[in-house]
């Protein structure tokens, strides 16, 4: 039998060692979150100066179903059959169709209850800005609340229904709502906002937004006479 100095002395030591083990558990734990947090959020939505990537989807109004159609080719496995800018119909909201027309503001949004107002937002500010696509898509949930929200809130502006999420994915999707806006032709003006906006908020980004698109020579079409 050792003598008790000597076996204190080697308990001691043993749980020096423990408790170094646990920092360096902790100071990695630390570490990964940091890690994952901060590359989360700098991946959020599309970068700036990036083309958005396509999507055709069921307008959540219509009777049109079926999931989201991002192939960027035709015969894209999962994505689609077709290149999503070629899926086009009066039933379907299509990126493409939209940006080809003016720039967007394109809201994602997850329910029908915690973050939909920017929609009622986006509606307001749909008459001040001429030529400027305002629209919104559903990530999941149930499409007979979808078409209650839209009739019960007077929305004019087209509203889309991923199905199956992949927008989520596919958009870089981390906050209810996530509101992108792009240029003519697809590219992404600048990060989108990650937190619900007030109507003050994105009446100045999209402001911003025409300011840009017209120093890129876009100019809204006249109205027909």
């Not at 179903?65 to 496995?77: F, Q, R, S, V």
């Not at 994915?169 to 806006?181: K, R």
């Amino acid at each position: 039998m050792r003598p008790i100095e000597e076996a204190t002395f080697a308990y001691a030591k043993r749980y020096q060692r423990y408790v170094a083990m646990l920092a360096i558990i902790v100071v990695s734990l630390i570490t990964l979150y940091t890690l994952v947090f901060t590359t989360h959020n700098r991946l959020a939505g599309i970068a700036p100066r990036h083309q958005m990537p396509p999507f055709a989807v069921p307008l959540a109004a219509g009777h049109l179903n079926g999931d989201a159609n991002i192939a960027t080719h035709a015969n894209d496995g999962s994505a689609g059959r077709r290149p999503a800018c070629t899926v086009r119909g009066p039933e379907i909201l299509n990126l493409c169709q939209l940006y080809e027309e003016g720039p967007v503001v394109l809201a994602l949004f997850i329910d029908t209850a915690s973050c939909t107002q920017v929609l009622d937002y986006l509606q307001s500010l749909a008459p001040a800005f001429p030529g400027v696509r305002f629209a919104g898509v559903s990530i999941k949930g149930s499409r007979a609340q979808l078409r209650g929200l839209v009739a019960s809130h007077h929305l004019s502006l087209p509203i889309g229904y991923d199905h199956d999420g992949v927008l989520a994915s596919l958009y870089g999707m981390v906050t209810c709502p996530q509101v992108t806006f792009i240029y003519p032709g697809g590219i992404a003006q600048s990060h989108p906002l990650l937190t619900a906006p007030t109507v003050g908020t994105l009446r100045s980004r999209v402001s911003e937004l025409v300011a840009g698109a017209r120093a890129r020579g876009w100019r809204p079409k006249r109205p027909a006479v």
